[in-house]
């Protein structure tokens, strides 16, 4: 029977280097990001109505987001990142779950759900485990910083956005630490794939 496993962890954890691990190993990938990109794409209805919402400058001149705009909007005000969730929160959830229907089909030993926001989304209770990529906060601090060219404030800021990750460990069924390097990470993602059925 397949199994869905959940993956995700905190902001700049390194959760993609699982997810890339874990597809070349042969599992299937639902990313919620890249779902959300499509849904948010160009001209979709869920992009329409963010721009109604909080106006056209949230538009670039081809009609998609401008998220850099957005993001320093909404990650320094909860009640417009409460508002921008309400607005996306349906399109996605329905998009995810149509592609979790798709990778069912081909009958794998496990499909990967991929999603940053698993906890908060609610999207635990229909996995049957939950994995959590961790790395110490010092170190998320600085990629963070250096992957979203942000100040120590502002990546500071994104981090507080999210559950924290000792609460996500704290409910996960296994916690990955990625705060090393990549062989170790490794190791530990295939060590604990063998235990998949």
Known sequence: MTQLIGLTGGIATGKSTVSNILAQAGLPIVDADKIAWKVEGPGMPTTQAIAAHFGPQVLLADGSLNRPWLGHLVFNDAT???????????????????????????????????????????????????????????????????????????????????????????????????????????????KWLKTIN
């Open 80 to 190: 417009k990142l409460a508002e921008l969730n309400a607005i996306t929160r349906m399109p996605i959830q329905q998009a995810i779950l149509t592609a979790i229907v798709a990778a069912g089909k081909k009958a794998p030993r496990a499909i990967i759900l991929d999603v940053p926001l698993l906890f908060e989304g609610g999207w635990d209770h229909i996995c049957d485990q939950v994995i959590v990529v961790s790395a110490p906060p010092a170190v998320v601090l600085q990629r963070l910083m250096a992957r979203n060219h942000l100040d120590e404030a502002a990546a500071q800021a994104r981090i507080d956005s999210q559950l924290p990750l000792t609460t996500k460990a704290q409910r996960a069924d296994v916690v990955i630490d990625n705060g090393q390097n990549v062989d170790k990470t490794r190791t530990a993602v295939l």
